[in-house]
């Protein structure tokens, strides 16, 4: 090949892969190299390191490692020390079990990358065998799994679930130092869609060395760092001792800097903190004319047909501003249109968020009942790792669901019992970790034979802040899993989740809730809807009560000008009081932003004819709205 080609190639790389290069730290005296070797396939590890078992006292492997076999070492200065590093699987987590379970060669190169031997192997069924084998591999696959995320625009759902990975031999057997040799890297060669590892030397490597890198690379923080290291530290018990606090059940809220972390600055008018207008400054009943409304959702324009509404195309002319995007200017809202009504309220993410939801909750002492125990990932992983290893001490159930507290739809979302896992799991994206529901209240589908997990959607509108006004619409939706359950299976989607009405291909089970209070008083005969709606009611009341008590950011902001519309999943748990009674607890999952309403409007064609009333005009006697 022609120099010049070469040279106009090797330019081409850097220039598409530059910011890639760039972010992954790879000193530019390598990139060259880097491309070389993609282009041809040069996997030269070997003529440089060696990878070496360790053993026990028992000569039992037990692991591996490796080290420097060159001469010569591997200088800083060698602009042939960038290597590339193969993958011996690459996953989704949901899929795992799956995986090993098809391809017999896989799941036997995992056990010997992983040193998992089963004990008197010969005396067991092949079936058994491969089931005790697989098992362990999703215990100790933590120990060496690695992931990356590719962004691009207009990703399904199903691409934006995380992509782990396990490197080859060679990329598996470098251990971890806090001083290390060597750095690794994922790295996305564009041209063939191809993902590799990549490592390259962090000081000059002599002959006889270890290749070490850094598992907790970036973290400075030494509590943190602790427990970023525990999978590979969980059978030492001093470890263990050295992460606990002197009360890891104690939760305190984060400072107002996290609250402001990562959200974009809402402005307020000046006065919002201080001077508490009352919503009855706007009465736009008493509007003669017909009532403007913007809106950018086609839902609304299909379905609003009340004649006091008209829509305009100009914002900043409605008399209601009904927007599907997050409103930040309340203060030029104030100034433009201080008699106007908008969708939304100041710093409401505090209950749309996960994390601070859980947090804002917490304020009030109700919340033990109907709030599942909640640590956030990102700054109580030690005091989670201690929480869990109590349970597990006092034998207690440890079923947990991990939630990103930034996306929708479970994605990237699930249910384990590892906490080697659950530790992990906050690389692909910040996670809470919430007590799972192990005994939720099930529904039994004939057409299944079985009985299934559901959840339930109340869409709830907030008139006012302070004092407090909220209503329920009267009707709620019901989401159904669609395998009966068990706490087997883990990974199994439709045995576990509910939201199936964005995944393809999959059944998706729709009853009213009319017909569903009838089914479910049949089936626990026990129980009447009507008791449980009232404790569902007043847990909802008492999470904006929760979220009100504090000012922003904190807190949701009173303001005279707002209204909101959210959506409250919640599930059923059995609960037993202390003379061994059994009963259902309502128990919070989550408060959606803007919830899709498709379903709503197609089978209740008055719905946004009853929201509108109800929100804006506070006409709410006539419609299928209850006031709590």
């Not at 564009?190 to 590892?197: H, Q, R, V, W």
């Not at 501003?321 to 200017?329: G, L």
């Not at 037993?576 to 309403?597: A, R, S």
């Amino acid at each position: 090949m022609p120099e010049n080609l070469i040279d106009e190639l090797a330019k081409s790389f850097r220039d598409l892969h530059q910011s890639q290069l760039k972010s992954c730290g790879l000193p530019e005296q390598y990139w060259d190299y880097l491309f070389f070797k993609i282009k041809d396939e040069i996997f030269d590890a070997g003529d440089y390191f060696q990878i070496c078992m360790r053993v026990d006292e028992d000569d039992n492997v037990i692991g591996y490692k490796a080290k420097c076999i060159n001469e010569n070492g591997l200088k800083l200065y060698d602009e042939n020390g960038v290597f590339l590093i193969d993958h011996s699987w690459t996953y989704k987590v949901n899929d795992a079990r799956q995986n090993l379970m098809d391809n017999s060669n896989l799941l036997n190169r995992m056990c010997i990358m992983m040193s998992i031997v089963i004990p008197n192997e010969e005396d067991l069924e092949f079936k058994d065998v491969q089931m005790q084998k697989i098992d362990a591999v999703m215990e100790k696959m933590w120990k060496f799994n690695q992931t990356y995320k590719i962004s691009t625009e207009k990703l399904t759902d199903d691409e934006r679930e995380p992509v782990w990975y396990i490197m080859d031999e060679f990329g598996s057997s470098l251990r971890h130092s806090n001083d290390p040799t060597m750095k690794c890297s994922p790295f996305y060669y564009i041209p063939t869609a191809t993902m590799y590892s990549i490592i390259w030397p962090l000081k000059d490597i002599e002959c006889g060395d270890e290749l070490t890198r850094d598992y907790a690379y970036g973290i400075k923080d030494e509590k943190m760092r602790m427990a970023k290291l525990y999978p590979w530290n969980d059978d030492d018990e001093d470890y263990l001792e050295s992460l606990e606090e002197e009360d890891f059940t104690v939760q305190t809220e984060p400072s107002v800097d996290y609250f402001n972390s990562g959200r974009k600055d809402e402005t307020l008018p000046v006065e919002s903190e201080l001077e508490l207008i009352n919503i009855s400054k706007i009465n736009l009943s008493a509007n003669n004319n017909l009532i403007s409304v913007f809106t950018d959702m086609n839902s609304i324009k299909e379905n609003l047909t009340d004649s006091k509404f008209k829509f305009i195309d100009d914002m900043w002319k409605a008399d209601i501003i009904f927007v599907n995007k997050h409103f930040k200017d309340y203060k030029q809202l104030r100034e433009k249109l201080p008699n106007s009504l908008v969708n939304q309220f100041p710093y409401e993410n505090v209950v749309t968020v996960k994390d601070l939801l859980a947090v804002v909750c917490r304020r009030v002492p109700e919340s033990k009942y109907w709030l599942p125990t909640t640590y956030n990932l990102a700054y109580e992983l030690a005091k989670f790792i201690c929480y869990f290893k109590a349970r597990e001490s006092d034998e207690l159930d440890n079923h947990w669901i991990l939630k990103p507290w930034n996306l929708a739809r479970s994605i990237d979302t699930t249910v384990t019992k590892c906490l080697n896992q659950i530790i992990r799991s906050q690389e692909t994206g910040p996670k809470i970790a919430c007590k799972y529901i192990t005994d939720p209240v099930l529904f039994y589908r004939h057409e299944i034979g079985g009985k299934v997990k559901f959840d339930v959607r109340y869409v709830v509108l907030v008139r006012s802040i302070k004092p407090l006004v909220i209503y329920t619409y009267n009707v709620f939706w019901l989401r159904f899993a669609n395998k009966p359950y068990t706490l087997e299976n883990l990974e199994d989607y439709e045995k576990h989740f509910t939201v199936m009405n964005y995944k393809q291909n999959v059944n998706l089970k729709q009853i009213n809730c009319d017909e569903f209070i009838k089914l479910f008083e049949e089936q626990n005969s026990d129980f009447k809807w009507n008791s449980i709606q009232e404790k569902i009611f007043k847990m909802i009341r008492q999470v904006f009560e929760s979220a009100s008590q504090q000012l922003p950011p904190k807190g949701i902001a009173h303001n005279y000008q707002s209204r909101a519309m959210y959506a409250v999943d919640l599930m059923l748990d059995w609960k037993q009081n202390d003379q061994g009674t059994k009963f259902i607890q309502p128990m919070l999952c989550e408060v959606n932003f803007m919830p899709d309403c498709t379903r709503a409007c197609k089978h209740h064609p008055n719905f946004f004819n009853d929201i509108f009333n109800a929100l804006f005009l506070d006409s709410w006697e006539n419609t299928n709205v209850t006031k709590i």
